[in-house]
């Protein structure tokens, strides 16, 4: 049972106390009855299945307070935890400001799928963006994801960005878009701003593993630099990835092609891009 403030019960909740049960509990699926009666609070009934012939875990005390301490902050409400987040990360002063502007600004689907902490980061780089540099980038690893996941978050105030554009570089880059999830953030002050988040299924290193503690940055400039136009959208920006090269390597590449196409060679530029990325050793 649990009982919630009928303010704080959001389907966001109810999904993110199921989780935690079926993770602490070892369950498949969970039945849920919610009652609302003239007191202030809901009550929550939560049934958690288990595999058929699976032995019931015993929960010790300090199994059930963790538990329970889980069920707690997973009931918090999300702008409770964002003023909390945010104090921590910017001080009261620079926080009280950011709380004004941002406060109600994050839309429902985002605080769905993102937690409070991840909304300060995120608002971290929005805070970073000026007449210089208008749009941030951030690579990561989510939490539990299998070794060729990743997610890929684009920042940008004011307008939105073209899907029929960011698709095409990704792609080139050698990387699988598996989902995207834009996110339209609408200030206090009347101004907007977008993060956009790409679910990617990165490509194998030619030694079954993947490539490299500094994969993230090469993978970020790379997409920068063909975004800006720095780097040509062709396919040996792949090579980014799968040989572990910088964009301006890949850039040399890319030229010792072109020069060889000028010369008279027979070989098109994707037979090219093709050959290196299966020898990425040799590349």
Same mark, same amino acid.
């Given at each position: 049972?649990?009982?919630?403030? +009928?303010?704080?019960?959001?389907?966001?909740?109810?999904?993110?106390?199921?989780?935690?049960?079926?993770?602490?509990?070892?369950?498949?699926?969970?039945?849920?009855?919610?009652?609302?009666?003239?007191?202030?609070?809901?009550?929550?009934?939560?049934?958690? +299945?288990?595999?058929?012939?699976?032995?019931?875990?015993?929960?010790?005390?300090?199994?059930?307070? +963790?538990?329970?301490?889980?069920?707690?902050?997973?009931?918090?409400?999300? %702008?409770?935890?964002?003023?909390?987040?945010?104090?921590?990360?910017?001080?009261?002063?620079?926080?009280?400001?950011?709380?004004?502007?941002?406060?109600?600004?994050?839309?429902?689907?985002?605080?769905?799928?993102?937690?409070?902490?991840? %909304?300060?980061?995120?608002?971290?780089?929005?805070?970073?963006?000026?007449?210089?540099?208008?749009?941030?980038?951030?690579?990561?690893?989510?939490?539990?994801?299998?070794?060729?996941?990743?997610?890929?978050?684009?920042?940008?105030?004011?307008?939105?960005?073209?899907?029929?554009?960011?698709?095409?570089?990704?792609?080139?880059?050698?990387?699988?878009?598996?989902?995207?999830?834009?996110?339209?953030?609408?200030?206090?002050?009347?101004?907007?701003?977008?993060?956009?988040?790409?679910?990617?299924?990165?490509?194998?290193?030619?030694?079954?593993?993947?490539?490299?503690?500094?994969?993230?940055?090469?993978?970020?400039?790379?997409?920068?630099?063909?975004?800006?136009?720095?780097?040509?959208?062709?396919?040996?920006?792949?090579?980014?990835?799968?040989?572990?090269?910088?964009?301006?390597?890949?850039?040399?590449?890319?030229?010792?092609?072109?020069?060889?196409?000028?010369?008279?060679?027979?070989?098109?530029?994707?037979?090219?891009?093709?050959?290196?990325?299966?020898?990425?050793?040799?590349?």
């Amino acid at each position: 049972l649990v009982y919630l403030p +009928r303010d704080r019960y959001t389907t966001g909740v109810r999904l993110r106390i199921i989780d935690i049960l079926k993770e602490e509990l070892g369950g498949t699926s969970v039945d849920f009855t919610a009652w609302n009666t003239e007191s202030i609070l809901s009550r929550l009934h939560f049934v958690v +299945r288990v595999p058929q012939g699976t032995e019931l875990p015993e929960l010790s005390d300090a199994d059930k307070e +963790r538990i329970e301490a889980r069920l707690v902050e997973a009931a918090r409400s999300w %702008a409770d935890g964002f003023a909390e987040a945010l104090t921590a990360e910017f001080g009261e002063e620079r926080s009280a400001e950011l709380m004004r502007r941002y406060g109600a600004a994050f839309p429902e689907g985002y605080k769905a799928d993102h937690g409070p902490r991840s %909304a300060v980061a995120d608002l971290g780089h929005l805070e970073r963006l000026d007449e210089d540099r208008t749009f941030a980038l951030s690579l990561y690893e989510p939490v539990g994801a299998v070794p060729e996941e990743r997610r890929f978050k684009i920042f940008q105030k004011g307008g939105s960005v073209s899907l029929s554009q960011v698709l095409p570089v990704l792609s080139r880059l050698g990387v699988e878009v598996t989902d995207e999830r834009p996110y339209e953030l609408r200030c206090a002050d009347r101004t907007t701003a977008w993060i956009y988040d790409f679910g990617l299924r990165m490509p194998k290193a030619a030694a079954g593993e993947y490539l490299g503690d500094d994969a993230r940055e090469r993978f970020q400039n790379a997409f920068a630099a063909t975004w800006t136009g720095q780097a040509e959208n062709d396919g040996f920006n792949a090579l980014v990835l799968s040989a572990g090269l910088t964009w301006r390597q890949a850039m040399v590449l890319r030229a010792y092609a072109k020069y060889l196409r000028q010369a008279g060679s027979t070989f098109s530029q994707d037979y090219m891009e093709d050959t290196l990325r299966n020898n990425v050793h040799t590349t």
